[in-house]
């Protein structure tokens, strides 16, 4: 009986962390993002903030799944990180109806609560992160052609604009979900054939690079001395500096996501939030971004900033 309560809490513990993430990520306001202060004509920020309750079971889920797997009562190629994603979309969609909200964050999301779940875990509930980190690439690596499957049919049930086309299974295509389950295409085959186009996609392949190695380390240095709005904006930048948004690149091509963090690099250079001539070029590019019906949204750097608030909150960062 004690070690239920152990795990309970545990899992209780991870999805409050990933809760917090969302809710960090989408109060601050970034460029050419939803925010308290800027919303989209059919997306707004009672959308976010419904998406992050309705992801709540989900986490959970994905979270007790981890201690099983840690605990031996089920394998790793039982994760199911597929239906996960599937059902935490369809929750999503029937909380809310602004549209897909949060579907990209889900995806890295889900990888991180079962390896969570699976990680022990020290005083007040502190990951080691290079044992988090290992347990996501086992998960990934042991997804199954019902997976790919699942996945599908959350991307359906999300409906996410920009998906572009696919040089093979391509999600649009009725007949892709046949052929993933006939030639036991695994998720994670899957994603290996998307990640040049999809940041998404690349995180799951190369076991978050961008998350760990580029974005939290930075993230973290930020925070030792500013508030959690500057620094955020500036992850934001530097992100987006270094990684042409994929999902401005699926829908405005290559060569505008590459302006896109031209723009972004001079506005870091320029000093962001902690300059005034800083500040008055957010603004204009903020206002660039928001061209043509946000068709320049930079939604998987976004969802690339609520991962790392994710490993930061499980890391023990408190606002």
């Known amino acids: 009986m004690h070690s239920e309560i152990i795990n309970s809490q545990k ?42 309750v309705a992801a709540l079971p989900c ?21 199911g990180l597929g239906g996960l994603i599937k059902t935490c979309s369809k929750n999503i969609s029937t909380w809310q109806r602004g549209g897909n909200t949060i579907l990209g964050t889900v995806m890295l999301f889900v990888p ?22 290992s347990n996501i690439d086992r998960l990934v690596k042991a997804t199954s052609a019902i997976d790919s ?55 799951w392949i190369n076991n978050y690079p961008i998350t760990f190695d580029l974005a939290y380390p930075y993230l973290m240095e930020q925070l030792k001395n500013k508030p959690l709005n500057v620094a955020v904006v500036n992850l934001f930048l530097k992100i987006l500096s270094e990684r042409s948004d994929s999902f401005i690149a699926r829908k405005m091509g290559k060569a505008k996501s590459v302006e896109v963090s031209k723009d972004a690099r001079s506005v870091l250079e320029l000093g962001g939030l902690e300059t005034q001539k800083g500040r008055a070029h957010i603004r204009e590019f903020d206002k660039k971004l928001r061209l043509s019906g946000n068709k320049c949204n930079p939604g998987t750097t976004a969802d690339l900033i609520a991962t790392t608030l994710a490993i930061c909150t499980l890391s023990g960062y408190r606002p």
């Open 59 to 79: 986490f959970h889920a994905s979270a007790q799944r981890g201690i099983l797997i840690n605990e031996g009562k089920i394998g790793i190629d039982r994760a």
């Open 11 to 52: 899992a209780q513990h991870i999805t409050q962390c990933l809760q917090l993430a969302i809710m960090l990520e989408v109060s601050v306001d970034k460029p050419g993002n939803v925010s308290f202060v800027s919303n989209f004509k059919e997306t707004r920020i009672e959308h976010f903030l419904a998406s992050a």
């Open 112 to 133: 991180i609560a079962v390896a969570a779940g699976m990680t022990p875990t020290g005083k007040n509930y502190s990951f080691d992160l290079s044992i988090l980190r």
């Open 149 to 203: 499957v699942e996945l599908y049919e959350a991307v359906d049930i999300a409906s996410p604009s920009g998906l572009g086309d696919s040089p093979d299974f391509d999600v649009t295509d009725p007949s892709s979900k046949g052929r993933l389950l006939k030639e036991n295409v695994t998720l994670f085959e899957v994603f290996k054939i998307a990640q040049n186009y999809d940041d998404v996609c690349y995180e």
